[in-house]
């Protein structure tokens, strides 16, 4: 589990119930958390079906089979991903591998040099996490019929994995290594409300909008921080 519980006044359509950033829970698990602690309108009757260790409903279509078989997305190994690019993801300038094979496991633009990219990330020596340069051509949404160039992300170690802080090391490397491009100077103003669930982000997002460089808040919620909209302008990339 990572990050605070959202806090009133912060709650959005990516970010709808009183849990942490990266919850923990299955489908079945969240379901019944939410309907027995009263997170929903009007709880229901809920009756959760428990599947046996390591089965799946989900699969592709089969010979002999009628009509569509449902295709699991998010197979176990995809699922840690969605917290280390979803921020990002949500501004919708950078492409994540939504509408290519490998949706939330990289970050990618027309104007990225792969190969560059990758080494400035490995330099950092993330925990858990190794960098591949990698260049695409997505099949929809960001980027659409384009060819895009950047990195995939390896996690070598998913325990020690920083997943939530990856995107943000991605966003300082493009800002270091193409000033002009800095994500959050180019980026849709009307998305970043969706980076505002919780005071740890919003610590976070005053601290990275100013100077494009990246620091860990570990344990440490502040009330009355300004959100992304209110420092937006005052994005700033300074060498250290």
Request: aromatic share 12%; proline share 6%.
């Amino acid at each position: 589990m990572k990050g605070p519980l959202v806090q009133d006044g912060f709650f959005s359509f990516v970010s709808q119930y009183r849990i942490p950033y990266v919850y923990g829970l299955t489908c079945g698990e969240l379901a019944m958390l939410l309907n027995g602690e009263g997170m929903i309108g009007k709880p229901c009757n809920l009756h959760v079906v428990a599947m046996e260790a390591g089965s799946g409903i989900w699969c592709t279509r089969t010979p002999g089979c009628s009509g569509f078989r449902r295709r699991r997305i998010f197979r176990r190994r995809k699922r840690p991903f969605y917290p280390a690019s979803g921020i990002v993801g949500d501004f919708g300038y950078l492409s994540i591998g939504v509408g290519y094979t490998i949706p939330f496991q990289m970050f990618a633009a027309e104007w990225i040099n792969a190969e560059q990219f990758a080494d400035s990330l490995n330099a950092l020596k993330l925990p858990g996490v190794i960098f591949r340069p990698i260049h695409v051509k997505p099949f929809y949404s960001v980027g659409q019929g384009k060819q895009l160039h950047g990195v995939q992300v390896h996690l070598t170690k998913y325990p020690d994995a920083p997943l939530t802080d990856i995107q943000f090391y991605v966003m300082q490397e493009i800002a270091r290594l193409y000033p002009d491009r800095a994500v959050l100077a180019n980026a849709d103003t009307a998305r970043f409300r969706m980076m505002d669930p919780g005071d740890r982000q919003r610590l976070r997002a005053q601290d990275f909008a100013a100077r494009n460089r990246f620091r860990r808040y570990p344990g440490l919620l502040v009330q009355g921080c300004r959100s992304v909209q209110d420092v937006v302008a005052e994005i700033l990339f300074v060498r250290e």
